[in-house]
């Protein structure tokens, strides 16, 4: 099923898009996935990100595309809590995607890594079934 709209230009976790990596300083794990998404209107972009636990460290790379231009937006993020801010306008109702790809590297304590997303512009933005998260040994 979808994940609840996202109204807010505040990022949110996605319910279903979190994976747990254990404690361990030096323990690396590949982190891959795909989130598919709608937006209410061609005027509405998105902003996706990962959270980590505390001491943890990440360097993934967001990629996604704007349906207007064609053009890639690619992000390189390496702090809990950032990543993709797309100003592309996808066309309203259609649903495009976003890729993330890199590793996370365990710290002190273990926990969860969960995408978070929220709408450019405070409107409707759906994350859609099919969307998904891999974290696993690198």
Same mark, same amino acid.
């Given at each position: 099923?979808?994940?609840? @709209? #996202? *109204?807010?230009?505040?990022? @949110? ?9 254990? @404690?361990?300083?030096?323990? !690396? ?6 989130? $598919? ?5 061609a005027t509405d972009g %998105? ?6 636990? !505390? ?28 990543? $993709? !801010?797309?100003? *592309?306008?996808?066309?309203?109702g259609t649903v495009w ?6 590793? %996370? ?15 450019? #512009? @405070?409107?409707?933005?759906? #994350? ?11």
């Amino acid at each position: 099923a979808d994940a609840s @709209a #996202v *109204t807010s230009g505040t990022l @949110a976790n996605v319910t279903g898009l979190t994976a747990t990596v254990n @404690a361990g300083l030096g323990v !690396s794990y590949r982190v891959d996935g795909e989130i $598919l998404y709608t937006t209410p209107a061609a005027t509405d972009g %998105v902003k996706l990100a990962l959270t980590i636990p !505390s001491g943890a460290t990440v360097g993934v790379l967001w990629t996604a595309l704007s349906a207007d231009t064609g053009e890639v937006t690619e992000t390189y993020s390496t702090a809990s809590g950032s990543g $993709l !801010s797309s100003t *592309t306008r996808p066309e309203s109702g259609t649903v495009w995607r976003a890729k993330v790809s890199g590793y %996370v590297t365990g710290g002190t304590a273990g926990g969860s890594v969960t995408v978070q997303v929220a709408s450019e #512009v @405070a409107a409707s933005t759906v #994350v859609k079934a099919g969307s998904f998260l891999r974290v696993g040994n690198k």
